[in-house]
């Protein structure tokens, strides 16, 4: 099947600790993104990927960081910087339909 | 930058009923506007989107319009059904904004039967 794979679905979080979450796609886009969603709110863009190994900061990338050394897989670290990292993380892929974006099941994170 | 405003926050219908939502957006560059339909625990799925030359989209139950000189869009359903509870949440696209959306904050959906 072609898709978006997010793991885990559920993480948890030590104080001090560094996560990551991973996101892979086998639907050959060039294009990933990272948002965060909380309760009540819309969708906030961390990070964004247009090509492999270039990516930029989106609007709340402070606590974050990401990699992009495969076109398929790009994974997003929440660093101990980040001092409020409970939300739930949505990956998604943008293809040669330079508009529409496909989202992954998503993984939720809460701090131990 | 761009800003999307969502309203109402939370909608409750009776089934059969129709349902409307309503976004505006501030950039008036943006010419792409999809919507998403979140289910609890999973992610969006797109259901409808419509670009901004194109004044209404309709997809069976499912339109969206477009106004864009008022710089607004509405998400309609008729005939509404149980599994049509869900979040959705509108989006607006700017002309250079590398494929980035501004999200709306969201509307809670609920069809009782």
């Known amino acids: 099947d072609g898709g978006i794979t997010q793991s885990p679905k559920y993480l948890f979080r030590k104080e001090g600790q560094n996560v990551t979450l991973s996101c892979e796609q086998n639907l050959n886009h060039d294009a990933m993104y990272w948002y965060r969603q909380d309760p009540g709110q819309g969708l906030r863009l961390i990070y964004y990927s247009q090509i492999v190994n270039d990516f930029q900061k989106g609007d709340i990338a402070e606590g974050y960081s990401v990699s992009r050394e495969k076109k398929e897989s790009f994974p997003l670290t929440v660093t101990s910087a980040q001092k409020n990292p409970t939300a739930f993380y949505l990956c998604?892929?943008?293809?040669?339909?330079?508009?529409?974006?496909?989202f992954g099941a998503g993984t939720r994170l809460s701090v131990l | 930058g761009e800003n999307v405003e969502q309203h109402p926050s939370t909608l409750s219908v009776q089934e059969g009923d129709s349902a409307v939502i309503k976004c505006t957006y501030s950039?008036?560059?943006?010419?792409?506007f999809p919507w998403y339909k979140q289910e609890l625990g999973k992610g969006p799925q797109l259901i409808i989107d419509i670009r901004s030359n194109v004044g209404e989209k309709k997809d069976q139950r499912i339109a969206v319009t477009l106004n864009k000189t008022a710089k607004h869009f509405s998400l309609h359903i008729t005939e509404t059904q149980p599994e049509d509870s869900a979040v959705y949440f509108c989006?607006?696209?700017?002309?250079?904004?590398?494929?980035?959306?501004?999200f709306g904050a969201g509307t809670q959906v609920v069809v009782t039967p």
């Open positions: 998604a892929s943008r293809g040669a339909d330079k508009n529409i974006q496909y």
């Open positions: 950039d008036s560059a943006s010419n792409y």
């Open positions: 989006a607006a696209q700017g002309p250079d904004s590398w494929g980035k959306f501004q």
